[in-house]
């Protein structure tokens, strides 16, 4: 089966004629045929995509399929968001990242399910219906980019792309048993990805492997001359160190020493990383959690829960605005519960009188995980932690819990408030219930290089990974 | 009953800056020049799902140097935010704007009833355009995006002004410095400069005359005004109107009020609710803009000699007044042209007060800011010496038209006026060309008494 080489594994293959590219196609076709009425995977999907990819064998993705969560604007796929709101929407401009990918010779192969305006961590709020759990259909994906990370873990395409505001990207790779890279805030442009927490969102990749994570990366960073927000920092060749090793590396483990993780399997999981990463040579040390701002201690999630809550809504309130049922064909009542709540919510907290209270005090909390992470990386290279508090959910699990997501992301949410980078890789596996854990490896802003190093030597030390070997 | 009102007017001006793109996107920026609706258009000031906001930093240095040529301080460290209210010109839902750093604050602008505070001067960009109309007897509204995201400034005063024609000359002024700066061709007709006076009235009389300061407890918002000469009278009839409620014992109702110049009233447009929310937050699409010191430098060093300084410096250098100075010129560039030629024609020992009201009164034919300053000059010594010879031409054509025709002198002396038409026609006649036959009919009739 084909369609189970990674994308490095692929490219090299192609490059030695010992697969074609009609092959990886018709494996993908086969299995999407299959599977992704139950699944529901998909949103729309080009069936003859491989007619296009055949032009592109000389570029550096060789016309390899790459699934696309749903917000980013591409031209010949509708792209809804997963929302009625959008329900047909021919966007006529294309995202930067989905412009490099083509560009580089990826095929965009379809627009994955997402949470209706990536609202969520389920994957169940789409108003196009859930996605279910490739490895195990009586579980959430997690998401909201559980799209992309379910056609990974089904292998119904090479790579993906998803997108991070907080979680969206790391949960449910963590909870599909897949590889996920949440970069740097400014490291990968957002022009042309419909936007929701706009001083947070992220897009990245989600992927088989680390490596192919790298890949990914090296074609979609750099600085945006259409959104102000992007870095002037330099892009790394991602994939030139990968393999270095991670000797002498100092790193700390996070979160699981609070009352609410300490006992749970999470945690010993966790643990057991940090004695994997020892033997690799790093020091690995246990961060203690705090409630306040303390020095070498870490600041306790519990309040990243509270500014994200705040921030994302608000910033959610005015991205919405636009969509007032006077263009893009469907009026305001195809908007969701959950888009409307947080609408309101976001309207209130940015409304006057409240906005101090809220809105610009959930930003002054904000700074102080951006100042904590600032001194906990003058000692250490990168952070470890769960990506995810539990293993996936079942089916329903989100409904009635408007702080489903929230509780979900917890543990990512302080990264994502300060914009550093993290990559959630397989840590365990159950084999009773076939769910996942993931390591969440977070570093510094632009280390995307020693998060990537970290997760490959890890992934390469652990057999959680089932593609390394293919 | 002996009452006296003051009125306290404040004004808002709006200006589109004459950049070559628009505000946050490349699009031409050019809104009343396009040939066709929405061509002028892209994702970002379509406000379509995904696009992002880029600001235009032309259009920030602009703001800053009319700030600066106002006398302003800057905030170095400035930002977007977002403003949001709904209506169908405005795609994102929300305007780009400024809220609390605006880029720049604390200015001033010297008038001859006195110096007007400026409050702030903000960026921000402009609106889509509806257009009303019936398409197959169905009544339409269309919307066109060609203006959407054009960076418009905000130029906000103290409610110091004191009269209708106060804020005449203001707004007159702030147009002069516009131009001057050449930031802007501050076309009213085509909406390039909008004007809004906020107008009350306070009641003075002996009892309260020494009392606090307050501002009256309402204002009256005046919009759509696009000419400095209807926003006098448009001032003066609202002034009239809120003296009359007052009389009655009423407060005047906040509002907006729009000006119909053919009846010279103002009438309600809407009320305006106290507690507008905008809900402003900084844009988090926009990173925070923080002028350096040498940017700030580079646009002080790009900056024009000060307006007011330089007419001074004229008036003082050549002797013609300020007043007709203006009449001269605009832009920046084309004083410079002016300040090169006066200096040129001074260094040659010419008159160049004279060349200065020739220039105002059209008195000979150059042009301006084209010509090279040798050709202006010979054109200049020319009229100089014709109207020399003119003279004694004409005077001796008169002597000997009058000379050659004692019976019409006679005539006209003992009162028939008709006989300086004779003369005049025999003048000419010598002459053999045309001239002023004012000035001919005055010299005639002087030589005669």
Known sequence: ?470 | MDKKYQPIIGMEVHVELKTASKMFCGCKNDPFGAPKPNIYTCPVCLGLPGALPVANKKAIEWTISLGLALGCKINLFSKFDRKHYFYPDLAKGYQISQYDLPFCYDGEINTSFGKIRIRRIHLEEDTGKLIHSTINNKKMTLIDFNRSGVPLIEIVTEPDIKSASQAKEYAKKLFQIIRYLDISEADMEKGQMRLEANISLQIQNSKTKNQNNQLPNYKVELKNINSFRFLEKAIEAEIKRQEEIINEGKTPTQETRGYNAEKNITYSQRAKEDASDYRYFPDPDIPPIKISESWFESIKKNMPENYDYLLSRWEKEYGAQKSTLSLLFETNTQSKWLDGLFSYFKKQNLDTKKLINFLVNKKIKVNLFVDNYQKIISVFNQSISTSQIDEEEIDKAISQAIKENPQAVLDFKSGKKNAINFLLGQTMKILGKKTDTKIIIEKISKKIF
């Open chain 1, 1 to 470: 089966m084909k369609n189970k080489l990674t994308l490095k594994k692929a490219i090299e293959l192609i490059d030695k004629k010992e697969v074609s590219l009609k092959e990886i196609y018709d494996d993908i076709l086969k299995v999407y045929k299959e599977k992704n009425k139950e699944l529901n995977i998909y949103l729309s999907f080009d069936e003859n995509s491989f007619e296009k990819a055949k032009n592109e064998k000389n570029k550096p993705l060789r016309g390899l399929p790459i699934a696309i969560k749903d917000n980013f604007l591409t031209i010949g796929f509708p792209t809804t968001a997963s929302s009625n709101v959008l329900r047909g929407y021919m966007s006529h401009y294309e995202s930067t990242v989905t412009k490099k990918i083509k560009e580089a010779g990826g095929i965009l192969i379809g627009k994955t399910n997402m949470d209706a305006w990536a609202h969520g961590s389920s994957t169940e709020t789409s108003d196009f219906g859930p996605t279910k759990n490739p490895r195990n259909p009586k579980y959430l994906p997690g998401g909201s980019s559980g799209g992309s990370a379910a056609s990974i873990a089904s292998n119904m395409a090479i790579a993906s792309l998803g997108t991070e505001t907080a979680g969206s990207i790391r949960q449910p790779a963590s909870w599909c048993g897949v590889v996920g890279l949440k970069p740097t805030y400014g490291r990968v442009s957002r022009y042309g990805v419909i936007a929701m927490g706009s001083s947070l969102d992220c897009p990245g990749p989600i992927t088989k492997t680390v490596e192919d994570s790298a890949i990914i990366l090296n074609f979609i960073a750099g600085k945006d001359e259409y959104d102000g927000t992007t870095s002037n920092v330099p892009v790394l060749d991602y994939t030139k160190n990968l393999k270095k090793g991670i000797k002498n590396f100092k790193i700390g483990i996070c979160y699981i020493d609070h009352p609410d993780i300490s006992s749970t399997i999470v945690a010993k999981k966790t643990l057991e990383a940090g004695k994997v990463l020892e033997n690799l040579g790093a020091k690995v040390e246990l961060i203690s959690t705090s409630k306040t701002l303390e020095k070498n201690k870490i600041l306790s999630h519990e309040y990243a829960i509270g500014v994200y809550t705040v921030v994302q809504r608000g910033e959610v309130s005015s991205n919405l605005a636009r969509y007032d049922g006077i263009r893009y064909g469907n009026n305001r009542s195809c908007f969701g519960s959950e888009a409307k709540n947080r609408i309101i919510l976001g309207t209130y907290t940015l409304s006057k009188g409240y906005a101090d209270k809220y809105y610009i005090y959930a930003q002054k909390v904000r700074h102080l995980y951006v100042k904590n992470f600032k001194d906990l990386f003058s000692k250490y290279d990168v952070l470890i932690s769960p990506a995810s508090p539990s293993f996936a959910l079942p089916s329903g699990a989100s409904q009635g819990n408007p702080m489903f997501g929230e509780l979900q992301d917890m543990l990512v949410e302080p990264s994502a408030l300060a914009g550093i980078c993290g990559i959630s890789v397989p840590m365990y596996k159950d084999e009773e219930t076939n769910l996942y854990l993931g390591l969440n490896i977070m570093s510094d802003y632009f280390q995307e290089e020693k998060i990537l190093q970290t997760a490959w030597a890890y992934e390469q030390k652990t057999n959680w990974n089932e593609w390394k070997n293919i």
